[in-house]
């Protein structure tokens, strides 16, 4: 469970294991992208998952995040969005092995799903 300390941590970095600015540069490509399709962060997050080939288990304790997380079904991002977010990813200075996605080949792969 994040606390909103840690949330904090990564959204502006430590300086120690989260780089100066955190995630913050990845978070501005979401929004963009979001806001250009009318969509959520969160939705733009569980499709890039489907556009790579896996399966989110998205969680949900509210009648509005059921909602949320299916407005991530029906489309895909484009292939020049997809790209945006890799390389905003990869701008960050931060490892991602073992976060559920690795890094192969210059994209993500879910668990030897996508190949």
Same mark, same amino acid.
């Given at each position: 469970k994040l606390e909103l300390k840690d949330l904090q941590r990564y959204a502006n970095g430590? *300086?120690?294991? !989260? $780089? *100066? %600015?955190? !995630?913050? $540069? +990845? +978070?501005? /490509?979401?929004? /963009?992208?979001a806001n250009a399709r009318d969509k959520t962060v969160a939705q733009i997050a569980l499709n890039y998952i489907i556009c790579k080939g896996a399966l989110p288990i998205a969680g949900a304790r509210t009648a509005d995040q059921v909602s949320?997380? +299916? %407005?991530a079904l029906g489309w895909r991002l484009s292939n020049d969005e997809v790209a945006l977010l890799e390389a905003s990813a990869d701008s960050l200075g931060i490892n991602f092995d073992g976060a559920g996605f690795k890094k192969t080949s210059a994209k993500f792969v879910g668990y030897g799903l996508e190949k």
């Open positions: 430590d *300086g120690k294991q !989260i $780089p *100066g %600015g955190g !995630i913050s $540069p +990845l +978070l501005r /490509a979401m929004e /963009a992208i949320d997380n +299916l %407005g």
